[in-house]
């Protein structure tokens, strides 16, 4: 029998977007909304506070969603949602670069929408890395990828 998850488990906690994940209807989306915080602290402060931020939420994002997985015995649960967090960062970096396409609101709206669009339907090569790789890292790369896409396409959005 799986373990529950417990909030008062920092790892839980964490893997469960601050408890976000355990929205009942579209955790994802619930994960990437409670990144939004987050977001708007580091676009306050500098460009490589930002960058070394995403890189450990990147980095720990792996060991943590592989062990919130292993205590419940579910691999990839819907209710974890570290991975959309850090994916989320990730799509948000051309906003830490100073780049704007409209103003900040909207673009941070834009970047949302493509996220969740390109996490949701996970196009090639996202939906690769997602059947391909296990653990937490096979957890987390479709997000990040994910999110590199949604940057990808806003940056496009800037050239034309």
């Known amino acids: 029998m799986a373990a529950q998850f417990k909030l008062s488990n920092p790892i839980h906690f964490l893997a469960l977007g601050f408890g976000s994940g355990l929205a009942p209807i579209a955790p994802g989306t619930f ?46 649960h819907s209710a974890i949602v570290w991975d959309e967090i ?8 051309p906003l830490a670069l100073g780049l704007e396409f409209v103003n900040l609101l909207v673009d941070v709206a834009i970047l949302f929408a493509l996220f969740r669009i390109f996490d949701a339907l ?32 806003f940056l496009m959005l800037l050239l034309f």
């Open 31 to 76: 994960g990437t909304l409670a990144a939004l915080p987050l977001v708007a602290v580091l676009l306050w402060l500098p460009v490589a506070v930002y960058v070394v931020g995403t890189a450990l939420a990147l980095i720990t994002g792996v060991w943590i969603c592989a062990k919130a997985s292993e205590d419940i015995g579910v691999h990839d």
């Open 86 to 93: 850090a994916g989320f960062l990730v799509a948000a970096l």
């Open 122 to 153: 996970k196009p090639w090569p996202i939906s690769w890395l997602d059947n391909n790789l296990g653990g937490g890292l096979g957890i987390m790369v479709d997000d990040v990828a994910a999110g590199g896409a949604a940057a990808a396409v």
